[in-house]
């Protein structure tokens, strides 16, 4: 069974201390890891897609990293605005690019 | 302004009560998604469609239907509603394959309460 484990659950950090989210996943035939963040009430909101091991993407102060088993979503020097749930899903090979999805790691950035 | 579209953003429901949750993208994308969001749980996938007139079930599909009669809609009918459909409804879409890098689109949701 494809699964997708996200840690921590809930991270709480001071405005400028960075960190990383971790989501590990065992699946077969790997097509694509995606990161979304969730605000409260709100939809998902698109992120990165990663492919292949080795890859990494940017974006203001988040890069996400791909491996064989899990990627890293990390944040530098975080500001209160990045506070949100961050979401990992993976597709895989067969199927009709539907997501499986991660519980999701709640960030809390404080001033 | 382009994106998914989702009616009601609230609802309560009385136990055996059926009804309806409208999502509509304008985006002419053929692949569409329900996803249900419990506390604590991760998003999980209730039905898709690859176009107009293709459904299948996903992971959690008891107690819900779905229909496709255009690209634009992919309506989630729920019959003789219970507790456990208590949650938020996320509808979502996407392109192509080649769009791939842009993820999904995904609505605001709709929050149903059965009691």
């Known amino acids: 069974e494809d699964q997708v484990t996200q840690s921590p659950e809930a991270l709480r950090l001071q405005e400028g201390e960075s960190s990383s989210l971790n989501c590990s996943y065992t699946?077969?035939?790997?097509?694509?890891l995606f990161w979304y963040r969730q605000d409260p009430g709100k939809g998902p909101e698109f992120l990165f897609t990663?492919?292949?091991a080795g890859e990494e993407k940017e974006k203001e102060r988040l890069k996400a990293t791909l491996t064989k088993k899990e990627s890293f979503l990390h944040i530098t020097a975080p500001k209160p605005e990045d506070s949100a749930t961050y979401l990992c899903a993976v597709q895989i090979d067969s199927g009709y690019s539907t997501l499986t999805f991660g519980k999701g790691t709640m960030l809390l950035v404080s001033p | 302004n382009a994106g998914v579209t989702q009616t009601p953003k609230f609802r309560i429901l009385k136990i055996g009560q059926s009804m309806t949750l409208q999502c509509t993208q304008d985006?002419?994308?053929?692949?569409m998604y329900w996803y249900r969001q419990d506390p604590g749980m991760g998003l999980k996938l209730i039905y898709y469609s690859v176009g107009a007139g293709i459904t299948d079930k996903g992971e959690v599909p008891n107690g819900y239907n779905v229909s496709r009669s255009t690209t634009e809609d992919f309506p989630l009918r729920l019959e003789l509603a219970a507790p456990s459909q208590t949650s938020v409804y996320f509808c979502a879409s996407r392109g192509s394959f080649v769009s791939d890098a842009y993820g999904y689109t995904f609505g605001s949701g709709t929050r149903l309460t059965v009691v």
């Open positions: 990663l492919y292949s």
């Open positions: 699946v077969s035939g790997l097509r694509g």
């Open positions: 985006m002419n994308h053929n692949y």
